[in-house]
């Protein structure tokens, strides 16, 4: 029975094979279009937007009030917390991404 040899290439032949494949790895790594990656910059982004909307909201809170001035504060407090909800949202899915990929589930 003769038995099955394993190809084992030149130095040089695995030397480049393993460049090739550390190469890949660096690539998949730096691609920012990873599943994970989106929804990264999708909570930032929804982070940044709650952020602006609770400036806002404080600036209008820091006025003489009117009648008028009462009704777009209280217009932006209903705005800043849909953003939250937004931001709460985009939080849920990126930790539930994380957890599937550091612990399968």
Partial sequence: MAKARKRIGTRKQNSERGKASAKHARKKAADPTTPLDKMQAAYKAAVEEWIAAIKHEEALASVNHTIAEV????????????LRSKVKQAKGKYEDALREKFYGF
Avoid: Q
Avoid at 72 to 82: G, R, S, V
């Fill in 71 to 82: 009704d777009k504060w209280e217009a932006a407090h209903f705005a800043e917390d849909k």
